[in-house]
């Protein structure tokens, strides 16, 4: 198993940027493709970024590409999400989840079976 814990969400302005941070604990980790998804207010979770295990294979929501960037350090045993340009729409709370090796490919929340309590981002305008 493995437990998440997010951080580094807050209230920005618009056009800033954060970075969120996912912290697992386990050695197992590296075993893990890890995604992020975000909730809004009266809205359904949905996906925004996966990564590979290695790092080295990324898949993104398509109105996120062109702002997010998600990385991941198996030596710190993190995950990233940077996110520049922020915009009200964004605000939402964001959650990192894992899932087994093939899940980065998938965008589906039942696809990563472990989950972190989320981070606040609100961005104002």
């Known amino acids: 198993q493995v437990q998440l814990v997010e951080s580094g969400g807050g209230l920005v302005q618009a056009g800033g940027s954060l970075r969120l941070s996912c912290a697992a604990s386990?050695?197992?980790?590296?075993?893990?493709?890890v995604a992020w998804f975000r909730q809004a207010p009266g809205k359904e979770r949905e996906f925004v970024a996966a990564?590979?295990?290695?790092?080295?294979?990324?898949n993104y929501a398509d109105d996120v590409k062109a702002r997010f960037t998600i990385s991941r350090d198996n030596a710190k045993n993190a995950v990233y999400l940077q996110i520049n340009n922020l915009k009200p729409e964004n605000t939402a709370v964001y959650y990192c989840?894992?899932?087994?090796?093939?899940?980065?490919?998938?965008?589906?929340?039942?696809?990563?079976?472990?989950w972190g309590q989320g981070t606040q981002v609100t961005v104002s305008s």
């Open positions: 386990g050695r197992t980790f590296s075993q893990y493709a």
């Open positions: 990564v590979s295990r290695s790092g080295g294979s990324t």
């Open positions: 989840a894992a899932g087994g090796a093939g899940a980065w490919i998938r965008r589906e929340s039942r696809a990563y079976a472990y």
